[in-house]
């Protein structure tokens, strides 16, 4: 639900946040009738 670094030593929710971030950012970019 949410990404708190601060908890999570391994940064891997941060990582999977950014990742989404990104997906979301090529998905809207693609996204037809623009």
Do not use: C, I, K
């Not at 990404?3 to 970019?29: H, I």
Request: aromatic share 6%; no cysteine.
């Amino acid at each position: 639900v949410e990404v708190a670094p601060s908890y999570d030593p391994t940064s891997n929710t941060a990582q999977a946040g950014a990742q989404m971030l990104f997906e979301l950012a090529g998905l809207a970019a693609l996204a037809p009738g623009r």
